[in-house]
């Protein structure tokens, strides 16, 4: 399995970031798909995941600005970030989670965020 | 949320052993994973189910488990070896949660 990011690199101000991970290799349909990302010179943070299943959780201090979702007919899952501010510049990275042990073990090559005007 | 805490730095000689832990609540309920981050280049995963290797790691890497506490054991440091690492775990809502970070340095 690998993992394409895709996006822009720079977002203005209260717009909304959106990311794309194109899995390639396997089906998307069986495995569980995570956002990660690490603010510069800073430790990673989960962002959050969707489910094999479609259910999706999120990390709470960003929950109200979070979506995730997958299409299995592109063989994509994608991140949609609302109301940036310059706190949300980081790398992104997307990554597979393997269902039943656990762990991300397949991750995409991550994406640089800026935002500015 | 739950946090996980780790040291912000370890420092071995080459063939020396490193310690790198991790404690946290939620390591009492659910299971750890590792991850060695090298500058420029994405997380790898090392550890799954607090104490299994992936498939591909080098043996010198292992894991071991007790309570709260969790910890990243390197045998027979090698100067590839430096990097930061990570923890990784889940809290109650099955939310993820990662350690602040370690940098691993070989003298």
């Known amino acids: 399995v690998q993992l394409q990011q895709s996006g822009p690199g720079l977002v203005k101000p209260s717009e909304t970031l959106s990311l794309i991970c194109t899995v390639s290799g396997d089906s998307i349909s069986g495995y569980s798909w995570s956002w990660i990302r690490q603010p510069p010179g800073k430790g990673l943070e989960w962002i959050g995941y969707?489910?094999?299943?479609?259910?999706?959780n999120y990390n709470p201090s960003l929950k109200s600005r979070v979506t995730i979702s997958k299409d299995t007919s592109k063989n994509l899952f994608s991140l949609e970030l609302s109301s940036v501010t310059a706190a949300d510049a980081a790398v992104y990275y997307c990554?597979?989670?393997?269902?039943?042990?656990?762990?991300?073990?397949?991750w995409g090559q991550g994406t640089t965020v800026t935002v500015s005007s | 949320s739950s946090e996980l805490t780790q040291p912000p730095s370890v420092s071995v000689s080459p063939g020396q052993t490193a310690r790198i832990t991790c404690s946290g609540d939620a390591l009492s309920k659910s299971y750890a994973y590792w991850y060695q981050q090298k500058p420029g280049q994405a997380p790898l995963l090392l550890i799954y189910?607090?104490?299994e290797r992936l498939s591909g790691i080098p043996e010198r890497f292992s894991g071991s488990s007790s309570g709260t506490i969790v910890t990243l054991i390197i045998s027979g440091v090698q100067a590839e070896d430096e990097a930061d690492y990570y923890c990784q775990s889940a809290d109650s809502s099955d939310a993820w949660v990662f350690g602040g970070g370690t940098k691993l340095t070989v003298l």
């Open positions: 990554a597979k989670a393997r269902v039943t042990t656990g762990g991300m073990d397949v």
């Open positions: 969707i489910y094999y299943s479609g259910s999706t």
């Open positions: 189910k607090d104490i």
